[in-house]
Each structure stands twice: as structure tokens, then as C-alpha cells.
């Protein structure tokens, strides 16, 4: 089982950017799926954007496929999210995740490892 650890949350104005991180350990990522989902405050955890094992096939979620960016370097065993023109509604814990499963899954239930999240504070 790999061992997945999110960083570079924090605290923004709108418009601003950040990039976050998810790095593992214990074992190689290259051989999984893998997502970020959010967890807005008060609402249920919702899929992001999902990545295939090499990066040659990515997908974004409508709410943030014009702003925000997948991709991972699989020789830094390393996942990232590109997030441009954060906005308040982006407010929420990141979470990454892997999956055994072939192919990218929107649903949570689909994965097998998640990292412990990382907060992103978008203010006005």
C-alpha cells in the first residue's frame, strides 16, 4: 500500500494561484490512478481531477477544468494540482488519492489510498 502526503495548501486572496503537492512513499506511484478530490466545509468530499498512471490521459471536473491542472512526475513520485484564479468557492481540504482500479474514476469510493488533506483558504 503506498503512503500518500499532501502539501502547499494555505491561505489565498481570490485570483491568486497555488500548487499543491502529493507525494508518496512505501512504494511507486507509477502503477496507479490517481485523483484529487475537495471537502468544502459542511458538504460531501467531490472529485477534482483524475490522472492515469503515466499523465497521458487526465480529466478536470467542470467547476475547475478552466483554472486548475493535473500532472504528476512519476520519477519524483509526485502528483500535483495547478490552481490558477482561485476563487472562494475553491475553499476546502485537498485530498489525494490512488487507486488499484484501471482507468479515472469521479467516485471516492474507487480508491484505495488517500492522503490526510491539506487546507486551501480562498478569501475575498
Known amino acids: 500500500q503506498v503512503q500518500l502526503v499532501e502539501s502547499g495548501g494555505g491561505l489565498v486572496q481570490a485570483g491568486n494561484s497555488l500548487r499543491l503537492s502529493c507525494t508518496g512513499s512505501g512504494m511507486s506511484i507509477d502503477t496507479f490512478p490517481m485523483a484529487w478530490f475537495r471537502q468544502p466545509p459542511g458538504k460531501e468530499r467531490e472529485f477534482v481531477a483524475g490522472?492515469?498512471?503515466?499523465?497521458?490521459?487526465?480529466g478536470h471536473s467542470n467547476d475547475v477544468k478552466e483554472r486548475f491542472t493535473i500532472s504528476r512526475d512519476n520519477n519524483k513520485n509526485t502528483m500535483y494540482l495547478q490552481m490558477n484564479n482561485l476563487q472562494p468557492n475553491d475553499t476546502a481540504v485537498y485530498y489525494c488519492?490512488?487507486?488499484?482500479?484501471?482507468?479515472?474514476?469521479?467516485?471516492?469510493?474507487?480508491?484505495?489510498?488517500w492522503g490526510q488533506g491539506t487546507q486551501v483558504t480562498v478569501s475575498s
Open positions: 490522472i492515469n498512471e503515466d499523465g497521458g490521459q487526465r
Open positions: 488519492a490512488a487507486t488499484s482500479r484501471r482507468g479515472i474514476w469521479t467516485y471516492a469510493w474507487a480508491y484505495d489510498n
